[in-house]
């Protein structure tokens, strides 16, 4: 139950809701009858409200038990990148098997040991202990962005672990500052790097997967970006 939620939630965010029994079975790799079946009990619980032909959205019960797992997840991501080694790309599957089997003390100690982070290592922000719901992001989609768009990487996609290699090699991690500097009709986006002006082009796919943000301070404070 705590998955589908999660998965709800997750969509949720990403696109509104309500969210499609489709969508929810894309996410998770279901059938939609057995998704179908899952909602169905997830309604009867108060967890979710469904509206025919339309999909599922979460209550405020729902939306918490989600909350606290998606806390569980990106806490254990944090964890595992920060004190185990484990590098970005390989900490969705490890955080996605042990978020259901910790202990409130547990996630206490590893909130503790990292000293209360509000980000993951992708960027997606960390629910607070008493689990709030978390603001509406301000950032967009890098695919959204036109030539001279000058941006600061906020989030990056974590369920795709080529892509997340694909985009540590390139060196686009959150903090990063881009200029785009060609958007090719067929939706490949080119990006210039800080450092000695590395350029980058991006798949569309990627580039949809990136959220941005202008950098703080306008023109004059991004100028050199890609020639510092």
């Not at 540590?168 to 067929?186: H, K, L, N, Y």
């Not at 798949?203 to 997967?209: C, T």
Request: avoid cysteine; charge should be negative.
């Amino acid at each position: 139950m705590e998955d589908y939620l999660k998965a709800i939630y997750t969509l949720q965010t990403e696109q509104g809701p309500p969210v499609a029994t489709s969508d929810v079975a894309s996410a998770l790799g279901k059938t939609p009858p057995t998704v179908t079946s899952m909602l169905t009990k997830l309604e009867e619980r108060g967890l979710i409200i469904r509206e025919k032909y339309k999909g599922a959205e979460l209550t405020a019960e729902g939306e918490t038990v989600a909350l606290e797992v998606v806390r569980h997840h990106r806490l254990l991501e944090a964890y595992l990148t920060e004190h185990l080694d484990y590098d970005w790309s390989e900490v969705h599957d490890e955080a996605d098997a042990l978020e259901h089997h910790i202990s409130e003390e547990f996630e206490r100690r590893v909130a503790e040991a990292l000293d209360d982070p509000e980000v993951d290592p992708h960027g997606d922000p960390i629910p607070s202990a008493d689990l709030e719901p978390l603001e509406e992001e301000a950032a967009s989609r890098l695919s959204q962005h036109a030539v001279g768009d000058r941006l600061v990487v906020t989030r990056v996609r974590d369920r795709d672990q080529s892509e997340l290699d694909y985009l540590s090699e390139a060196g686009i991690t959150p903090g990063t500052r881009i200029e785009v500097i060609d958007v090719a009709p067929f939706g490949m986006v080119t990006v210039r790097l800080p450092g000695e002006g590395r350029e980058q082009s991006l798949p569309e796919g990627v580039a949809e997967s990136i959220r941005v943000e202008p950098v703080d301070g306008g023109t004059d404070a991004v100028g050199e970006v890609g020639r510092t």
